[in-house]
């Protein structure tokens, strides 16, 4: 798949861990699931991990999806960076991947009745019955990056396990995954960044919180 590319940096993060990833409940497209106090130590050690990075009162654009937990994630790494929360774009299309009719459910009772969630070879989410695929939310956050790609700024992203993991594919270029129809980066655990330049990634910190989600 071809690169988008951008003249400025985009670092990416996972959000911290939430109330549903703790209660292992199937969280995906839930606007509302507010953080744990591990959460909130995971966005910390992002705010450290981009302040060593960037220093003090970057010029960063702001973006997340518009969830509730990774505008949480999101302020607290802002205060770490001394920047205004206030000033973020949110943009539905970095959004996480929508979950369907199994959105809410506790993962021991769906194994239960469907087998595994998630896929042992890519750790991707198994698509749910009136869910989203993953060829979708690679058109999704192609759409986003393609109208939002001359900004020439460095920008953070906060945002999700799955779409954060399609949307580095797109990024660096990767090849389509043919069991998912959308190229698939390496999954990251909660509380994760990287930095995406020139099509190419760098981890700059390893978060604490669950793999794959």
């Known amino acids: 798949m071809q ?3 951008r003249q400025g940096r985009d670092f990416i993060a996972r959000h911290g861990e939430t109330v549903f990833n703790a209660a292992r409940r199937v969280q995906g497209d839930h606007l509302h699931t507010p953080l744990t106090r591990a959460g909130f130590a995971q966005a910390d050690a992002i705010g450290q991990a981009l302040r060593a990075e960037l220093g003090p009162r970057p010029a960063l654009t702001l973006w997340a999806s518009p969830t509730g937990r990774a505008l949480q994630t999101l302020a607290v790494i802002a205060e770490h960076l001394e920047l205004d929360w206030h000033v973020a774009r949110t943009d539905a299309r970095l959004v996480e991947i929508g979950t369907g009719r199994w959105g809410g459910r506790y993962h021991a009772d769906l194994i239960a009745e469907v087998g595994a969630v998630f896929d042992s070879a890519t ?22 990056l393609t109208d939002t790609q001359e900004d020439s700024r460095d920008r953070l992203v906060v945002m999700h396990g799955m779409s954060s993991r399609v949307l580095r594919g797109v990024m660096t270029g990767l090849p389509v995954e043919p069991s998912l129809g959308a190229p698939f980066a390496p999954g990251l655990a909660q509380g994760s960044i990287v930095a995406v330049e020139d099509g190419r990634e760098r981890v700059l910190h390893h978060g604490a919180g669950r793999a794959p989600a």
């Not at 750790?123 to 999704?140: H, K, N, Q, S, W």
């Open 3 to 5: 690169t988008i590319a």
């Open 123 to 144: 750790g991707a989410m198994r698509v749910a019955p009136e869910g989203e695929d993953y060829a979708a939310i690679a058109e999704r956050v192609t759409g986003w």
